[in-house]
């Protein structure tokens, strides 16, 4: 079965990729920062969704996951 949330993950890594090279001749320390921050989704909803049990559900605590999205948001805004 496919891991949703990690297959947009993906998505959204490529849907940024045409973003970040315009971003990149303006700020390329954003430009970085926003790859840096889709793929820390991309990496940690892999890690997590290689868990098991308890773990498993704490690696997907809410409170967790929005550092890395609103990493991605919050410069574009």
């Known amino acids: 079965m496919k891991f949703e949330a990690f297959e947009l993950s993906l998505e959204l890594?490529?849907?940024l990729r045409p973003?970040?090279?315009?971003?990149?001749?303006?700020?390329?320390?954003?430009a970085r920062q926003l790859c840096r921050a889709a793929?820390?989704?991309?990496?940690n909803l892999s890690e997590g969704s290689r868990r098991a049990g308890?773990?498993?559900?704490?690696?997907?605590?809410?409170?967790?996951l929005p550092?890395?999205?609103?990493?991605?948001?919050?410069p574009l805004r």
């Not at 973003?19 to 954003?30: A, F, G, M, S, Y």
Request: charged residues 30%.
């Open 39 to 43: 793929s820390s989704i991309a990496l």
């Open 67 to 74: 550092r890395s999205s609103e990493a991605v948001d919050r």
């Open 13 to 15: 890594i490529a849907a």
């Open 19 to 30: 973003l970040t090279v315009i971003l990149r001749r303006h700020d390329k320390d954003l």
């Open 54 to 64: 308890g773990d498993r559900l704490h690696s997907f605590h809410l409170r967790q």
